[in-house]
């Protein structure tokens, strides 16, 4: 059974960083892609970030490229996500999940399989 467990939320004021993680059980972890989504408050769930099963390839929604940076640890089973310079709308749950990565596509190559951990909050205030 695959189980997926997100920390590292909290309140936090605009401009300001915090780190995520997702570790990850009871999966063949090193060979899957990884990802990352969020869900506003009021709002659909939408995706962030996602890392291939080496750590060579990331992809990032356009809201959050340049401030968010994920990467893995194959060896831990975790999947960091650092945010920096945080703005009032990253306000969401996190959730992390595993994947498939489509190497024929450059936009968005990462499918999200149904494996959600039960969701981290992060509140940046303004």
């Known amino acids: 059974q695959v189980q997926l467990v997100e920390s590292g939320g909290g309140l936090v004021q605009t401009g300001g960083s915090l780190r995520l993680s997702c570790v990850g059980s009871g999966l063949t972890f090193s060979a899957l892609a990884m990802g990352w989504f969020r869900q506003p408050p009021g709002k659909e769930r939408e995706f962030v970030a996602a890392i291939n099963w080496s750590g060579r390839l990331t992809t990032y929604a356009d809201s959050v490229k340049g401030r968010f940076t994920i990467s893995r640890d194959n060896d831990k089973n975790t999947i960091p996500l650092q945010m920096n310079n945080l703005k009032p709308e990253d306000t969401a749950v996190y959730y992390c999940?595993?994947?498939?990565?489509?190497?024929?596509?450059?936009?968005?190559?990462?499918?999200?399989?149904?494996?959600w951990g039960q969701g981290t909050l992060v509140t940046v205030s303004s």
């Open positions: 999940n595993s994947g498939t990565w489509d190497y024929d596509r450059t936009d968005s190559p990462f499918t999200p399989s149904d494996e």
